[in-house]
């Protein structure tokens, strides 16, 4: 029988990465250890910022590429891997994935992360979670809650409406809770409405474990929790790293009686049943995995992350074509994020190589910049690369952010590209007008250049295997596929966030409310360099016969795809729902579907969508639920957000309360209700015949109405009862 006092010792880490061993219970230690996109096992000394080594391990494409292939088969696969690897490393649980939504460009981690949007964040996350625990390897969803910025992210307090915060920031956590049932969540550093996230009582129990029913355990960002006796009553489990001193405050509050033995318990409990789980895993785990099988599959997973943003035929190119090659990236790949998800990859190839390869000769190159502060560069690098670009059918520029302009802990200040790129890149276009960018980031940046440029390349991070994908993709080897996930803004001042980000010690508004990313740039009429959801192909696609039924589940989408192009491609459809007239704020459509199809060319398919009747709620705040509102809804498919091909409405049955009147209605919404017209009559002459005076008294409350005519309330309130009882509202 384990004793309260060895209970309290699982209730925090051993050491940075492990919990700690329960000998009397049986229990080992288990270890803990980013991800989320590859293993990342220090081998010496521990430390949280990857500063030390880790044991070589695939480094698959981050969030911000897996989510440009909208694929959750892929996802699921590299799941797999990484539960695989997990095991052949003695990893018990993986720390990811991220799926924080991107409410700004400029936050530092967004390469880490899914989408602007919900539905893309949960449903591929959801994919990720299954493959990894398929493995008996436990995941750590995070960061929980509403944490997007990385300016003072251990103390900022994010400040956000309930309708915003239900809607944007938990919708997607909770689809990959009730659906994925991942064995662990992590919370974030911050506060969330003015409290930490590690002590936030409705967060981490009355949302996460009485409404979606999470029944794995909850465990602290490592170093988020202030106080770990208030953090267990709130429902965290365990706090990483190893805190003596929080231990021992959970030892005096216990022997005080500010914590009881039930609540120790409880997290005990929780801790060590999925440990157990790990430990079951990694018994007999085999201590290598299949290095090359993983490495072709992060190479497959990288091609259909690559976005193809813009091209005017140049692509792909010929392998006779002379090309020059210029940018620091092509030979020094940016495949991966800074901070605690630096994985030390199994081999790493770069798409200079690879063109090289694919081409059967050397081609021209010249690095032209730096990648990395301190990096020597020639004198004459910047003249050199004009000069390589002067005799070329065709540049291939690659650009992009360095790591040290992206990471974890800190907030991007501009969405510009270096200044020196910039330059590089307009030296170029003075002596040939044929230059294709390739772009290595990991979040939005801003491309004045795109008209001026014959195609644009979003690379993202791809992972240790990119380069030769994007070789693959600029020949042709492979047709594009990928779509972003998040909108290319004109100007940092168009983004919704921008007046709200990263707000000061008095905490951060989330003051665009539900208006992120699409939404707000759609609700705005702002235009954009590239919308949510846009991505090029080698070859193009018809939608034809669009069909939209309601039912008890929710709606059924389908549609017929037509390749009218000359390479078989993957086209991902993507359905939009809007609800003209709505009695609520909403935004002008949202994305609540999407499914893609491959097909040879002048092939056709049915493509069917499902949208369950959860995706169609909003929140309701005034009964703290969610609520279907009943009428008539527009669903536009597309292959962006606004490259909308059909469109169709449907009638919907919602579940809206039924609210008995009272004085504290308005007129308008007293004449809803069969009877009472009849009501209102005598008290509406005193306003005489006027129509706009009598609009104007619609959003008048009945008990000031009531005051006006010279009733008492008192008098009227059983009037409303028998209207109630009359109408089913009592």
């Known amino acids: 029988m384990t004793d309260i006092q060895a209970k309290i010792s699982l209730t925090g880490g051993s050491d940075f990465w492990h919990t700690p061993a329960i000998k009397d219970a049986g229990l080992p230690e288990v270890m803990l250890t980013d991800g989320p996109h590859g293993v990342r096992k220090q081998t010496a000394s521990s430390d949280h910022i990857g500063i030390n080594d880790s044991e070589p391990a695939t480094c698959f494409p981050p969030a911000v590429g897996l989510a440009s292939s909208w694929n959750a088969e892929l996802l699921d696969a590299v799941g797999v891997a990484l539960g695989e690897e997990c095991r052949a490393l003695g990893v018990g649980v993986l720390l990811g994935p991220g799926m924080n939504i991107k409410r700004s460009p400029l936050c530092g981690r967004n390469f880490e992360y899914f989408a602007e949007d919900p539905l893309v964040a949960g449903e591929l996350a959801s994919a990720l979670v299954r493959g990894i625990q398929s493995q008996g390897i436990g995941t750590s969803v995070k960061h929980f809650a509403a944490n997007n910025q990385e300016t003072d992210r251990m103390r900022r307090d994010s400040q956000v409406d309930e309708r915003t915060l239900r809607e944007v920031y938990l919708r997607g956590f909770a689809k990959v809770v009730t659906s994925a049932?991942?064995?662990?969540?992590?919370?974030?550093?911050?506060?969330?409405?003015?409290?930490?996230?590690?002590?936030?009582?409705?967060?981490?129990?009355?949302?996460?474990?009485?409404?979606?029913?999470?029944?794995?355990?909850?465990?602290?960002?490592?170093?988020?929790?202030?106080?770990?006796?208030?953090?267990?009553?709130?429902?965290?489990d365990l706090e990483m790293p190893a805190h003596p001193a929080h231990e021992e405050g959970v030892r005096r509050a216990l022997a005080a009686g500010d914590i009881d033995e039930a609540t120790i318990e409880q997290?005990?409990?929780?801790?060590?049943?999925?440990?157990?789980?790990?430990?079951?895993?990694?018994?007999?785990?085999?201590?290598?995995?299949?290095?090359?099988?993983?490495?072709?599959l992060a190479r497959r997973t990288a091609e259909q992350c690559i976005v193809l943003l813009s091209n005017d035929g140049v692509l792909p190119l010929a392998p006779e074509t002379r090309v020059a090659v210029v940018g620091e990236f092509a030979r020094t790949p940016r495949y991966q994020g800074a901070g605690s998800s630096r994985v030390n990859p199994t081999r790493l190839d770069n798409a200079l190589d690879a063109i090289t390869a694919l081409v059967g000769h050397e081609v021209p190159f010249a690095p032209g910049f730096t990648t990395a502060p301190g990096q020597e560069l020639a004198a004459s690098a910047h003249e050199d690369a004009v000069a390589a670009a002067r005799d070329a059918d065709v540049v291939l520029a690659f650009l992009g952010l360095g790591e040290s302009h992206e990471s974890e802990g800190y907030d991007r200040d501009t969405c510009d590209l270096p200044a020196e790129q910039l330059s590089l890149l307009e030296d170029i276009l003075a002596v040939n007008s044929n230059v294709v960018v390739v772009l290595s980031n990991g979040s939005s940046v801003l491309l004045p250049f795109a008209g001026r440029v014959r195609a644009v390349v979003e690379g993202w991070l791809l992972g240790q295997a990119g380069g030769p994908a994007i070789a693959d993709v600029l020949y042709g080897?492979?047709?594009?596929?990928?779509?972003?996930?998040?909108?290319?803004?004109?100007?940092?001042?168009?983004?919704?966030?921008?007046?709200?980000?990263?707000?000061?010690?008095?905490?951060v508004r989330y003051g665009e409310g539900l208006f992120v990313g699409y939404r707000g740039y759609d609700a705005a009429g702002t235009d954009v360099a590239f919308p949510f959801g846009h991505g090029l192909s080698y070859t193009?696609?018809?939608?034809?016969?669009?069909?939209?039924?309601?039912?008890?589940?929710?709606?059924?989408?389908?549609?017929?795809?037509?390749?009218?192009?000359?390479?078989?491609?993957?086209?991902?459809?993507?359905?939009?729902?809007?609800?003209?007239?709505?009695?609520?704020?909403?935004?002008p459509r949202e994305l609540k579907g999407f499914a893609a199809v491959t097909l040879e060319p002048g092939e056709s398919r049915r493509v069917a969508i499902a949208v369950p009747t959860d995706e169609l709620a909003y929140w309701s705040v005034q009964d703290h639920a969610w609520v279907v509102e009943s009428g008539n809804y527009t669903v536009d498919v597309g292959s962006s957000s606004r490259d909308l091909r059909a469109c169709a409405g449907v009638d919907v049955t919602g579940n809206e309360p039924v609210r008995p009147l009272s004085l504290e209605s308005t007129v308008a919404e007293a004449l809803t209700v069969p009877g009472f017209d009849e009501v209102l009559a005598p008290m509406m002459t005193i306003f005489g015949e006027d129509p706009d005076l009598v609009r104007m008294m619609e959003s008048m409350p009945l008990a000031a109405l009531v005051g006006f005519s010279g009733q008492s309330e008192d008098a009227f309130q059983p009037v409303l009862d028998r209207l109630n009882v009359a109408s089913g509202r009592a």
């Open 267 to 296: 997290a005990y409990a929780r801790v060590e049943r999925v440990l157990r789980l790990a430990v079951a895993s990694l018994t007999d785990a085999p201590d290598s995995f299949d290095v090359d099988a993983h490495h072709a």
């Open 540 to 587: 193009s696609f018809g939608y034809s016969d669009l069909t939209v039924s309601a039912g008890d589940a929710g709606l059924a989408v389908a549609l017929t795809v037509t390749n009218t192009g000359e390479r078989a491609g993957r086209e991902v459809v993507q359905a939009y729902v809007s609800v003209p007239g709505s009695g609520v704020v909403r935004v």
């Open 477 to 507: 080897v492979v047709n594009p596929s990928g779509k972003i996930t998040e909108t290319i803004p004109h100007r940092l001042e168009d983004v919704p966030s921008f007046l709200h980000f990263p707000g000061d010690t008095s905490g």
């Open 181 to 236: 049932r991942p064995w662990t969540i992590m919370c974030s550093y911050n506060k969330v409405n003015g409290t930490f996230a590690s002590e936030n009582h409705f967060l981490l129990t009355e949302v996460l474990r009485d409404e979606w029913g999470f029944d794995g355990f909850v465990m602290s960002d490592w170093g988020a929790v202030h106080d770990r006796v208030k953090a267990l009553k709130a429902g965290l």
